[in-house]
């Protein structure tokens, strides 16, 4: 396919740097994405199999003076656990600045036991400056139900520092967030899960990014290895028949591990998200361009003022008189015209446009009006 170019004026010149950025980003995923394969666990998930999310209120002790300053809720929660070890202390009467109130979150994956251990993650809900060096005293972890379900305890672990003084004729200096925090292994489970994900002798496959042809692909890849097994019953969901044979717990584990290794290849819809922050463009798909014409040119205008001192006559009374000058300059570029023909590919149009010197932003402006024309059959999104 032949694509015309009618400029205005002649232009010509180096290619600019964001420029082959763009056409880095626009052409290398499509060149890769007809002939992808994934496992069928890569792309979905088996219904019932589901992680755990744990909850949980604690006391970080243990900082240098980098604690909550003057807070209620902190003052309260020690002097609540004081009182269980027979110390009886107002909690007026606790002025300590080493001690932070803490929310503790967690994951238990699918299939945990009681005794099994997992990470958290601490972060202060008061005025703490830092959780560096400090050590979570035991707090117990609950489920959505608001069910104990696991109990956490240990030294954080922060990914960077805050040293310095504060105040003024101070100076400070920190390196990323401080009041978060983690603990490897910092919670022991008190209960296991229990899983029932087998359904009379069915199971429910689910599609993390829902599509009627890939949940097709999936069911003829199934039914390819064991016939008549799988059933798409929308655009989200397969449901999967285990054999007779392999119902047993042992034998269904066997058919399920096959079943992840299954590879399909997953459509992509046709898609163009644009991040206008950050002036990044990501097309997917089959992107194609209808006829149109495309008119491209920049206008810039400076405006700029000097200001001039005028001092009188030494014999005279005057005051010194300023006056500003004020100075207009525009520079228009030269306005480019393109011509789309009907089915331009991506590769089509960012080759184009690179030799048109447009920016990732431009490129934004531009594809959106394409879509507005109604040139650009698909989505547009904009984060």
Do not use: W
């Amino acid at each position: 396919m032949t694509l015309r170019i009618h400029t205005m004026m002649a232009a010509a010149g180096r290619l600019g740097r964001s420029s082959i950025l763009l056409t880095t980003l626009l052409v290398g995923p499509l060149e890769l994405s007809g002939a992808i394969e994934a496992r069928i666990k890569d792309i979905g998930r088996i219904d019932g199999l589901n992680d755990t999310e744990l909850i949980g209120y604690g006391v970080v002790v243990g900082l240098s003076g980098t604690g909550d300053k003057d807070i209620e809720l902190t003052k309260r929660t020690m002097a609540n656990i004081l009182q269980n070890f027979q110390i009886a202390l107002p909690s007026k009467d606790i002025k300590s600045k080493n001690v932070a109130a803490v929310m503790v979150t967690g994951k238990a994956p699918y299939f945990h036991q009681k005794g099994d251990r997992v990470d958290i993650q601490v972060s202060s809900v008061g005025d703490a400056t830092s959780l560096e060096g400090g050590i979570l005293l035991m707090a117990p972890l609950l489920d959505a139900d608001g069910k104990l379900y696991a109990l956490a305890q240990g030294s954080l672990t922060v990914g960077g520092y805050s040293t310095g003084v504060g105040g003024p004729g101070g100076q400070t200096q920190t390196k990323n967030y401080t009041t978060v925090g983690r603990i490897p292994s910092g919670a022991t489970l008190a209960r296991e899960q229990k899983v029932d994900f087998i359904q009379g002798g069915r199971i429910r496959f689910v599609l993390r990014h829902p599509d009627f042809t890939t949940a097709g692909r999936i069911m003829e890849a199934v039914n390819a290895r064991y016939e008549n097994s799988a059933t798409a019953v929308n655009a989200g969901c397969v449901l999967i028949r285990i054999p007779e044979t392999m119902q047993e717990p042992a034998q269904a584990a066997v058919f399920l591990a096959d079943l992840e290794a299954i590879r399909v290849t997953p459509d992509i819809q046709s898609r163009i998200i644009v991040n206008e922050r950050t002036g990044t463009i990501v097309m997917g798909g089959d992107v194609r361009v209808s006829e149109a014409i495309v008119a491209h040119g920049n206008l810039t205008v400076n405006i700029g003022s000097t200001l001039t001192a005028y001092m009188p006559n030494s014999l005279t009374k005057a005051n010194p008189v300023v006056t500003e000058a004020v100075e207009l300059r525009t520079k228009e570029d030269p306005a480019k015209v393109l011509l789309l023909p009907g089915t331009a590919t991506v590769r089509d149009l960012a080759d184009l446009l690179n030799q048109l010197g447009t920016t990732p932003r431009d490129m934004i402006s531009i594809l959106e009006a394409l879509h507005s024309l109604g040139a650009i059959q698909m989505e547009v999104i904009t984060i």
